[in-house]
């Protein structure tokens, strides 16, 4: 697991994917991402892995994760506050037990 105040996914996703090419993590949050709901999954794509956002504006604020692909989640809708930029899920990984992680 990894965390990273990225200041705008866009302007950084070509350093994003070199970074995880050498350091590959099940589980990456990222916040600052600075996305808008125009902004498309598939320029922001890490290969190998899938993308839940949060988004708020160009200006600021904003969370994502990636999630490795073989990893098994549900999104907690239950538990994220409208009022908050926050992300919960709960990861089901083989041969243990369901586990909350929030960002």
Same mark, same amino acid.
């Given at each position: 697991?990894?965390?990273?105040?990225?200041?705008?996914?866009?302007?950084?996703?070509?350093?994003?994917?070199?970074?995880?090419?050498?350091?590959?993590?099940?589980?990456?949050?990222?916040?600052?991402?600075? @996305?808008?709901?125009?902004?498309?999954?598939?320029?922001?794509?890490?290969?190998?892995?899938?993308?839940?956002?949060?988004?708020?504006?160009?200006?600021?604020?904003?969370?994502?994760?990636? @999630?490795?692909?073989?990893?098994?989640?549900?999104?907690?809708?239950?538990?994220?506050?409208?009022?908050?930029?926050?992300?919960? @899920?709960?990861?089901?990984?083989?041969?243990?037990?369901?586990?909350?992680?929030?960002?």
């Amino acid at each position: 697991m990894g965390s990273l105040n990225i200041n705008s996914l866009c302007k950084h996703i070509d350093e994003l994917r070199a970074l995880m090419v050498g350091q590959p993590l099940d589980i990456l949050a990222i916040n600052e991402t600075k @996305l808008e709901s125009a902004d498309c999954d598939g320029l922001l794509n890490l290969p190998g892995y899938t993308l839940i956002r949060r988004d708020r504006n160009k200006f600021g604020g904003g969370v994502c994760v990636y @999630l490795r692909h073989s990893i098994n989640f549900s999104r907690m809708l239950d538990f994220e506050d409208e009022n908050l930029e926050m992300i919960v @899920l709960e990861i089901q990984k083989p041969n243990s037990s369901p586990f909350l992680f929030a960002s």
